[in-house]
C-alpha cells in the first residue's frame, strides 16, 4: 500500500507561483514513476506532469510547458510541481500519482490507468 498527501495549494494572483509537494509512504518510492494531474469543476481529469523513477526523464502537458517543473527528491520520498507564470485556466484541484510498476528508468506515464495510487489532492486557485 502506497500512501500520498500532497500539500501547497493555495490562492494566487495571475502570474504568480506556487510549488505542490507530496510526500509518499512505501520504501520502495525510488522505483515508482510519478506524476501530477489537475482536475477542474466539471471537467475530466487530465494529466499534468510525469517523472521517471530514476527522475532522468520528465514530460509535460503541452499546456504547462516552459511554466511548471516536476522534480524528486528519493531520499526523502517526495515529488515536488513548481508551478511558475500561473494562469487562471490552471485553477483546479492537482492530485499526486505512483505508478509501481517498472517500466524502465526512463519511463513517464501520462495517461490515468497507468498509476495505481493516487492522493487527496490539494486546490489551486488562480485569480486574474
Known amino acids: 500500500q502506497v500512501q500520498l498527501v500532497e500539500s501547497g495549494g493555495g490562492l494566487v494572483q495571475a502570474g504568480g507561483s506556487l510549488r505542490l509537494s507530496c510526500a509518499a509512504s512505501?520504501?520502495?518510492?525510488?522505483?515508482?514513476?510519478m506524476g501530477w494531474f489537475r482536475q477542474a469543476p466539471g471537467k475530466e481529469r487530465e494529466f499534468v506532469a510525469a517523472?521517471?523513477?530514476?527522475?532522468?526523464?520528465?514530460y509535460y502537458a503541452d499546456s504547462v510547458k516552459g511554466r511548471f517543473t516536476i522534480s524528486r527528491d528519493n531520499a526523502k520520498n517526495t515529488v515536488d510541481l513548481q508551478m511558475n507564470s500561473l494562469k487562471p485556466e490552471d485553477t483546479a484541484a492537482y492530485y499526486c500519482?505512483?505508478?509501481?510498476?517498472?517500466?524502465?528508468?526512463?519511463?513517464?506515464?501520462?495517461?490515468?490507468?497507468?498509476?495505481?495510487?493516487w492522493g487527496q489532492g490539494t486546490q489551486v486557485t488562480v485569480s486574474s
Open positions: 517523472i521517471s523513477w530514476s527522475g532522468a526523464s520528465t
Open positions: 500519482a505512483a505508478d509501481i510498476s517498472d517500466r524502465g528508468s526512463l519511463y513517464t506515464p501520462r495517461f490515468r490507468h497507468e498509476y495505481d495510487y
Open positions: 512505501g520504501r520502495t518510492f525510488r522505483t515508482y514513476a
